[in-house]
């Protein structure tokens, strides 16, 4: 900046977030780095686009209390492995989870923010989180193995006396390191991958069919469903950031079901209804990932139960409708009624039958923004080939005009614009009440759909191939286009039917499912990565300032949002989230006195405190004649020396920053200053 005179002024100060954590970290160090943890999970996890209002901060003071649960809950895994099994977990163990996670890891971005949010200290990472994941793995493994073990895993550690806190916790002594994380980069478009690499990244879910199933932003939620050992009565999470299943409490947990409605709603997930051996439960819970706990669901005015009814979120209710139910007399039929729960409430209201469409199952339902479309599906062996769409605001349905051809019972897919059946020639756009064709080049016919996504750009489907359905297949559809293509198969999972999916937002999570008449239970699976037609570069993002680092690169679709990669790549320092860039133009250059100049340092962000400035004198005010340049540490310095007769002296100061040396300024043609050679 040039000397000029000019009005002093001060950029207001923005409020910092301001907390009680310190208060936490200082009487428990264990529960502040919970909480830390936590923040960073919160911040991955989705908050749906249909909820409309801003996401909510993270509230540590309103679930710090259920955070002292899961942080105990840890130490008396731990202290179970010694007092019950004579076990004691040791430094060697959580030192090889460590490595195992930076090796395992399926999202190497998530792993690192974990890891920072704990200062990137390997001891406290030991305790806070590798310890509490090992312990529990460990103790559950030696608990189910137990003879007579009918109480769940999480009430018996939860009572168990000789589990009592006290005040020695088990902690493995110090000394860890931290490895480098090698596992985890973005997936490559087209490709598989696997969900884990091995055993000891935990066992999978007991459920593997008809499960409840969603993907929160930072884990897929499991809960239930049909395996090897009949009705699951438990659940699993599988957190890519670690790249490990983990176990979910079934404390107050719903009983074991299949064919639940299921939604996620931004901070639970919620289960309802479903069958189980015959009965229809009318039944369910919510479940809250940050606090591992579940919270009940009124009953009351409740519609009756059914298995496999749709459900579509709209950002303040769960809407489901149709699907399999029984009656007084347990004469299966099917059903056009529905339910709506809005769980800030707690209470149920009923979709109305006039309008509906007629009874069905293995239908498909999607959430537009303002109206469910419920289309196709099967009256005990007819395939439909009609349907309505459900407006909530009214309470009404309205009629949709219908296509040539069937609808079969594969998933439907909402585009943002038009709703595509996952294998079919057809695609109907609500704003026009109009089907149209889509292109050639789908999957086979009679192909069986197991699992489908929109990626946000392509509609991603996987299943198992005729004639005899014992091979994968899988396509993806592209609107632009309106064309059909084959996706790769290298490394995807068997071909199976009812496979457990979700979209993580980068990949197709598949999981399960069974083959055979017998059948035969699947515990496998494999993460999908769409191809795009519009690749980006991302830059690796390591300390979540928006600013990546130029020579650590991916490519991800052109519109996707990848957690831990940005599309700026200039950060001149990925690893302290203040530096990202060299100083701005310092300001407020002036003459206290005859003799002494003053300045106030940059106010852009990203360059850190300035280390040092640089003083340039000039005699002409465009940078020429005669000059000297200075190095001074702080905001001020004097000049003693007077200019000749006749002349001036032209003063020019700029910053020094941790990211390099910041400019002179500009001039009133926006140009920028020339300033003096400086060493």
Known sequence: MMI?????????????????????????????????????????????????ATKPRFDEGAIETALRRRVESGRRAAAAMDRVWGQPITPVQVQAEIDRMARSTRDAAMLAKLWAALDNDPDRIAESLALPILARRLAEARYIDAAGSEVPFD????????????SSPVRPAGGYRLPQITGGAPCTPDTWRNLVDGPEDGPPPDGVWSAA????????????????????????????????????????????????????TGREMIV????????????????????????????????PGRRDPTTVWTGTSMIFWGGWTSNSQGLVFHTNTGGIYTPSTDSWSSTPVTGAPSPRRA???????????????????????????????????????????????????????VMLNSNAPQRYDPAANAWSPT????L?????????????????????????????????????????SPISLSGSPSARSGPLYAWTGTELFVFGGFTGSGPTYLQTGALYCAACSSPLTLYRDRDGDGH????????????????????????????????????????????????????????????????????????????????????????????????????????????????????????????????????
């Open 4 to 52: 000029v005179r000019s009005l002093l002024w001060a950029p207001l100060l923005a409020a910092a977030f301001s907390v009680h954590a310190g208060d936490v970290s200082k009487s428990n160090p264990a529960l502040a780095d919970r909480i830390a943890l936590e923040r960073v999970r919160w911040e991955a996890r989705t908050w749906p686009e249909a909820n409309g």
């Open 155 to 166: 009430a018996w550690l939860d009572s168990a006396p000789e589990l009592a806190a006290d």
């Open 213 to 264: 199933t969603v993907w929160t932003g930072a884990e897929v939620l499991v809960w239930s469903g049909l395996g090897p050992s009949g009705f699951a009565e438990s659940g699993r999470r599988y957190d890519p950031a670690i790249g490990a299943w983990e176990t979910i409490s079934g404390v107050a947990a719903p009983l074991g079901r299949i064919g639940a409605a299921t939604a996620w």
């Open 272 to 303: 309802w209804t479903g069958e189980r051996s015959g009965s229809w439960p009318s039944t369910g819970g919510r479940y809250d990932p940050a606090l591992d706990v579940w919270s009940g669901i009124s009953g009351v005015a409740a519609p």
């Open 363 to 417: 239908h498909g339902a999607v959430w537009t923004g303002s109206e469910m479309i419920v289309w196709g599906g099967f009256f005990q062996m007819t395939s439909l080939s009609d349907g309505a769409r459900f407006r909530p605001a009214s309470g009404t349905w309205a009629a949709m005009t219908t296509p040539s051809g069937t609808w079969s019972s594969n998933p439907a897919l909402w585009t943002e614009s």
């Open 439 to 442: 292109g050639a080049g789908g």
């Open 444 to 484: 086979p016919g009679g192909t069986v759909v197991g699992a489908a996504a929109w990626t946000g750009e392509r509609a991603v489907v996987w299943g198992k191939a005729p004639p005899d359905l014992s091979i994968p297949a899988g396509a993806a559809y592209d609107p632009a286009t309106n064309a059909w």
């Open 548 to 679: 990546g680092d130029a020579t650590d690169t991916t490519t991800a679709c052109g519109n996707a949002t990848v957690a831990g990669w940005v599309v700026a790549g200039d950060d001149c320092h990925d690893g302290d989230a203040t530096l990202w860039t060299a100083p701005g133009e310092v300001v407020a250059l002036r003459f206290d006195s005859a003799t002494t100049l003053q300045w106030n340092p940059p106010t852009e962000p990203g360059a850190g405190t300035p280390t040092g400035y640089d003083l340039g004198r000039s005699t002409d005010p465009t940078g020429g004649g005669a000059t000297t340049c200075s190095g001074v540490a702080g905001t001020s310095t004097s000049d003693a020396e007077a200019p000749e007769p006749g002349e001036g002296f032209y003063y020019l100061a700029r910053a020094r920053g941790a990211c390099g040396v910041g400019g002179w300024g500009s001039g009133t043609d926006g140009a920028p200053r020339v300033g003096p050679a400086c060493p």
